[in-house]
Nanobody
Framework: QAQLVESGGGEVQAGDSLRLTCTAS????????MAWFRRRPGKERAFVAA????????HYDYSVEGRFAISRDNAQNKVYLQMYDLEPEDTAVYYC??????????????????WGRGTQVTVSS
């Protein structure tokens, strides 16, 4: 059974850094595009970043480009989200997601078939 488990969330101050980890199991991790989404308080879940199967091509939402970095380790079945210079607006529950398809619109959440339960990130000013 496929499973995604996020970890690494917590409470930090504005300007701090944090790294989230998503650990996958139960499916062929290296054949899936992996992504991070987030749900801010009172908002719908929104795309943050995605990375292609081979880990070479990252994609970012404009709101995090230059501050966040997505990466993956196919040998460890893990995908990471390194977050720098965090802002209070980054406060959200962060979710890991997996898609069988590469190319097209990575921000479309309907293409992702597996989801984790999320990890809370709280940034205070």
């Amino acid at each position: 059974q496929a499973q995604l488990v996020e970890s690494g969330g917590g409470e930090v101050q504005a300007g701090d850094s944090l790294r989230l980890t998503c650990t996958a199991s139960g499916f062929s991790f290296s054949t899936f595009v992996m992504a991070w989404f987030r749900r801010r308080p009172g908002k719908e879940r929104a795309f943050v970043a995605a990375i292609t199967r081979n880990g070479i091509e990252p994609h970012y939402d404009y709101s995090v480009e230059g501050r966040f970095a997505i990466s993956r380790d196919n040998a460890q079945n893990k995908v990471y989200l390194q977050m720098y210079d965090l802002e209070p607006e980054d406060t959200a529950v962060y979710y890991c997601a997996a898609s069988q398809y590469e190319g097209g619109t990575y921000s479309y959440n309907g293409r992702y078939i597996e989801w984790g339960r999320g990890t809370q990130v709280t940034v205070s000013s």
